[in-house]
């Protein structure tokens, strides 16, 4: 008997729940702001959909309705990727230990 | 070319890389790098999957026009929001992410071929539920957050909107989508699937409007989990292994925040849910407490008082970072430490609008991370030291919660500033806080009450240093 692929990839999910769990636990309190942002950005990566979406099944008319949902979904995703990781970056910059960068 | 099996390891790759940059957030130190991790993660994402669909033609070029226009619209956003504004900033971004999986999903039922998953009208089984789970839970995450958003924003008022049946109508709602996915499957009918979609848009406006704005910070914790559910539902639809990765990390990430947060207010997280708090009949009763006497106080008493002490904590809530003070703040920390005076910060898991608000304005402020501390870190502190300066807080300070057992707030640990040898109470009248609990702590001896705005105090007393 064959296992069906959708169970190696809820193990995945399973697993990575655990990884989530324990992985965040460990983030100190003080970056929990920046933690939102920076989970915010990554789950962007939905723009792999997107961008599925919008190109595959090129038949020459790209502007079907299917790919134009894609092309906004891209849109969306982008305006997080770039503002989840820059913002965070900005956050992150100014997490300083004392007596560094006296001014 | 790209086989489907490479493919699927350089997913495997963004998603290792997303867990490292979790993972560096353990301390500021390595947060930076870890953030570096997470966006090489995105861009070999990205970079397989345009090369796996391999079409440079229009369709490319429409790819890179508006990978541009969203990302500098991303990027002019990042570099503008001021530090105070983050709450809203993230909670908007959530909605984008909704939005995103919503799109995504639409076009995967339009469309099913392009994703392996059957043809229209004919779509696979297991596909479908995903498809819809992904799609719901991403409309509820998007209208949720738009709440969520204006709420923070001040554009819709903060105070909980409540009706008779709300609860019974969400519910009706919550199984009415999964009776139209449970169709949806038999029938494969579009029209089920726009249901699907338009029910979830209801639902998230209607799951947030009864939520307070003090428990602001358990919404955004738990959208951010919404939104990383929506993208492993999306994830599952496109056999995606990065997605599902990334969404079991975000949605864990969003559920051990709100969890975090509801321990802070010392709530289940059904109350928070359920909500309409701070709508109760406090009104009467701190009416009448009003009459009681304050110690009304100047900046020049307070700077006397910080000046002669040996040791000072900061308490600030959120009425600082309403008047922006902390740059104020940090000035006139600067100044008592040229004095000698021993300064921490102390901060409360919910202080803010949303987990760890108050160290990112400090942060900004320049304030060294190593002087901010939590809650457990430096409540056993108060009894040792001579001035505790509560900026913008106050029901995270209220003593009632460990003493009154008729307090709404009993139970919730507090900061105990009543055991300093004197309080300094920053705030603009004596009106209740967020929760609408008068507090025993501006009525006793060792108060004084300083009415003024956060920033324009904090200004006086650095120039009577």
Redesign the interface.
């Known amino acids: 008997m064959e296992i069906d ?2 169970i190696f ?1 809820l193990s ?3 697993l ?2 655990f ?3 324990y ?36 038949n020459g008319n ?1 502007l ?4 134009i ?31 560094k ?1 006296k ?1 | 070319m790209i086989s489907a099996n490479l493919l699927a390891v350089f997913y495997l790759i963004s998603g290792v890389l997303f867990i490292l940059a979790l993972r560096g957030l353990s301390s500021p130190e390595t947060s930076r790098q870890g953030n570096l991790f997470g966006i090489i993660g995105m861009a070999i994402a990205i970079g397989v999957t345009i090369i796996s669909v391999e079409n440079f033609s229009t369709g490319f070029l429409y790819l890179i026009i508006l990978l541009l226009i969203g990302g500098s619209i991303g990027a002019f956003i990042a570099f503008k929001i001021p530090m105070t504004a983050m709450p809203e900033l993230v909670a908007g971004f959530h909605s984008l992410v909704g939005l995103a999986a919503v799109f995504v999903a639409i076009s995967a039922f339009l469309n099913p071929e392009v994703f392996n998953l059957g043809f229209q009208g004919n779509i696979k089984i297991a596909s479908l539920i995903e498809m819809s789970l992904g799609v719901s839970i991403g409309a509820i995450t998007f209208t949720g957050s738009v709440i969520a958003f204006l709420k923070l924003r001040g554009i819709m008022s903060g105070s909980p909107i409540t009706f008779i049946g709300q609860h019974y109508l969400n519910l009706i709602l919550g199984i009415a989508v999964v009776v139209l996915i449970f169709y949806l499957c038999k029938t494969q009918s579009t029209n089920l699937f726009w249901s699907i979609i338009m029910i979830s848009f209801i639902l998230g406006i209607l799951l947030i409007i009864p939520i307070g704005g003090a428990d602001m910070p358990v919404v955004i914790s738990m959208l951010n989990s919404y939104s990383g559910w929506a993208a492993a539902g999306i994830g599952f639809t496109l056999e995606n292994t990065a997605l599902i990765i990334t969404g079991a990390l975000v949605g864990s990430s969003g559920a051990i925040l709100s969890y975090i947060m509801c321990k802070g207010m010392n709530r289940s997280f059904f109350n928070v849910i359920l909500g309409g708090w701070g709508a109760t009949d406090q009104t009467s009763l701190s009416k009448t407490k009003e009459q009681k006497p304050v110690k009304n106080g100047n900046a020049d008493d307070a700077a006397f008082l910080m000046k002669n002490a040996s040791s000072v904590i900061i308490v600030p809530g959120y009425g600082m970072a309403v008047a922006q003070a902390q740059h104020a703040l940090r000035e006139m920390v600067d100044a008592l430490k040229k004095n000698g005076v021993k300064v921490s910060y102390a901060i409360h898991p919910v202080a803010g609008r949303m987990p760890g608000h108050m160290n990112v304005l400090l942060a900004e402020a320049n304030v060294p991370y190593d002087e901010v501390f939590e809650l457990e870190e430096i409540n056993n502190d108060f009894a040792n030291c001579d001035v505790a300066y509560v900026i913008g807080a106050n029901d995270v300070t209220n003593p009632a919660a460990k003493s009154d057992p008729q307090s709404p707030i009993y139970g919730m640990p507090v900061l105990d500033v009543e055991k300093s040898k004197s309080v300094l109470f920053v705030k603009r009248s004596l009106s209740p806080g967020y929760a609408g609990i008068d507090n025993d702590l501006f009525y006793r001896d060792n108060t004084l009450m300083l009415f003024a705005d956060a920033k324009k105090m904090t200004e006086e007393i650095v120039k009577n240093l």
């Open positions: 692929p959708f990839r995945i999910f399973i990575s729940i990884i989530g769990y992985v965040v636990w460990s983030v100190t309190p003080s970056l929990h702001t920046p933690l939102m942002s920076v989970t915010n950005a990554i789950s962007s990566v939905i723009i792999v959909g997107a961008i599925i979406a919008a190109l595959a099944g090129d790209i079907d309705t299917a790919n949902f894609g092309f906004l979904a891209i849109i969306l995703a982008a305006v997080n990727i770039f503002g989840g990781f820059l913002v965070t970056q900005r956050m992150l910059a100014m997490y300083k230990k004392k007596k960068d001014k």
